[in-house]
């Protein structure tokens, strides 16, 4: 089965106090939403619902509630991902027998990025060729969606000229027992590959994964370069390959971990149909809007397998634990790409693109307007609203720093810059047309006379370092800490 399984971290949380079991019957239609929205509120444990109304699966919700349980998740802290990712980017070409040999630890690490394919798997264990989703504990969230929604997919694509793989997590809103919408945005990857099979009249061959590792689960939202997909970055992560197996009915892979597997297809042919309202992540409900059906024609699954899911809302919720690992682990790789940037800042309560604090070791006039113009032109930080670019000495985390220095450093009409019709956020309900609206940056550095600054940039109120030394030596021995 291996040792990155829900099975065994539902024992590891257990063990440590970080998660509830639930014995008496639960709705999966609102109640165990609302249960689990408290349980999130008060920094809870993880929730096991083990009888759900309807169905004989457990419904596991609250998994990533807090950072702690998602350092558990990842085996690691997030100053050793980063450590361990930007050791990686800064790989060199040995000029010597010594640094060749020093090297190697990297090229073990490469090894892992391949996944392992094998046969048997766990997610085979039962097979049903008659698929029905009312075997399965599908969650409605809130009281104006369209009907049950899975919320935790690991949706499974593959390109049909490259064959490269993608892991994307797109929700599925139930139809019937066998088909479901296809909730995925223009700009993402699965659809990328739609339009390829759809140009050339074929069938799109279509697996989703639920539970398993949930390192996978969350790496189905990182916004990974194309050339990268999800198992070989998990491979990094985890410092072992990847184990997957081939579908029972297609051509695709899956993860050999999953709890439940639905393997399908998509027909270019067919019209799109109305999927919607979802209470989604933005705090609103999105709109009915058409989209692809996925026809699911075979069900796998482990005979203990245990149903995921997870609630999304008014900010903050579970997917902001989610936001928040992402804009840590992928800060080396944005610096890689864009030199100056010391650090940045995706507020939860921005839903993490409508606001994006961005802090810069400012080297040359224009820098601040640059690196928002490189951030929009970056993968999915296209979607960002607002890039507010500050000096490096700022505190982006302290949002009280971040209002002192917007107001004492920015000219609305000098700092301010907007651009129009530019890519949005399918959900961004404001833009004036779906996926297409206005940006707007914010220069929030000191300003320079060569940017055309011509009064002198006055000094802070900042008592010397002798002063400090001085009361903190004096008045510590009268017992006065503060």
């Not at 439940?260 to 009915?288: A, C, K, M, N, Q």
Request: aromatic share 8%.
């Amino acid at each position: 089965m291996g040792n990155h399984t829900l099975q065994i971290l539902i024992q590891q949380l257990e063990k440590s106090g970080q998660l509830r079991r639930i014995s008496v019957e639960t709705d999966p239609v609102l109640e165990i939403s609302e249960i689990t929205l408290r349980a999130y509120a008060a920094r809870g444990p993880a929730l096991l619902f083990e009888k759900v109304l309807g169905s004989e699966l457990p419904v596991l919700t609250n998994l990533f509630g807090t950072p702690e349980r998602l350092e558990l998740i990842f085996g690691k802290s997030v100053q050793e991902i980063t450590d361990l990712i930007a050791g990686f980017l800064s790989a060199e070409i040995p000029t010597s027998f010594r640094q060749g040999i020093q090297l190697l630890p990297k090229l073990k690490r490469l090894q892992n990025l391949i996944p392992k394919k094998g046969t048997n798997p766990a997610c085979q264990e039962i097979v049903s060729h008659t698929p029905s989703l009312e075997a399965l504990p599908v969650l409605k969230t809130w009281p104006s969606d369209a009907g049950r929604f899975v919320t935790l997919p690991q949706v499974i694509t593959q390109d049909p000229e490259t064959g490269d793989r993608n892991v994307g997590m797109y929700r599925l809103q139930v139809f019937d027992n066998t088909t479901t919408g296809m909730h995925w945005h223009p700009h993402k990857d699965g659809a990328r590959h739609f339009r390829k099979y759809r140009e050339r009249g074929q069938r799109m061959p279509v697996a989703v994964a639920l539970g398993g590792d949930p390192l996978l689960t969350y790496l189905a939202t990182a916004p990974l370069p194309e050339e990268i997909s999800e198992w070989m970055f998990a491979g990094l992560l985890r410092g072992s390959r990847i184990p997957i197996a081939p579908c029972v009915t297609n051509e695709l892979y899956v993860p050999a971990s999953a709890d439940i597997v639905l393997e399908g297809y998509i027909d270019p042919d067919e019209p799109f149909r109305e999927e919607g309202p979802f209470g989604d992540h933005t705090g609103f409900y999105s709109p009915p809007e058409p989209f692809p059906v996925f026809h699911i024609t075979c069900m796998t699954r482990k005979k203990n397998a245990v149903y995921p899911a997870t609630v999304v809302g008014p900010p903050p919720m579970e997917d902001a634990t989610f936001g928040k690992m992402t804009e840590r682990i992928f800060l080396p790789i944005i610096q890689k790409l864009i030199p100056g940037i010391i650090d940045i800042d995706l507020p939860v309560h921005g839903c993490f693109h409508n606001f994006v604090l961005v802090a810069i070791d400012k080297q040359y006039p224009g820098q601040a307007r640059k690196t928002a113009l490189a951030l929009w032109g970056l993968g999915q930080m296209m979607f960002s609203k607002f890039i507010l670019v500050f000096d490096k000495d700022v505190n982006i985390h302290n949002y009280g720093e971040v209002a002192w220095r917007l107001g004492t450093h920015v000219d609305p009409v000098r700092d301010t810059f907007t651009i129009n019709s530019a890519p949005t956020d399918l959900l961004d309900h404001t833009s004036p047309l779906a996926c297409l609206g206005g940006k707007m940056g914010i220069d929030a550095t000191r300003k320079w006379a060569s940017e055309g600054f011509t009064r002198p940039w006055p000094g802070e109120a900042e008592m010397s370092q002798e002063m400090i030394d001085r009361v903190t030596k004096r008045w510590k021995a009268y017992g006065l800490d503060f």
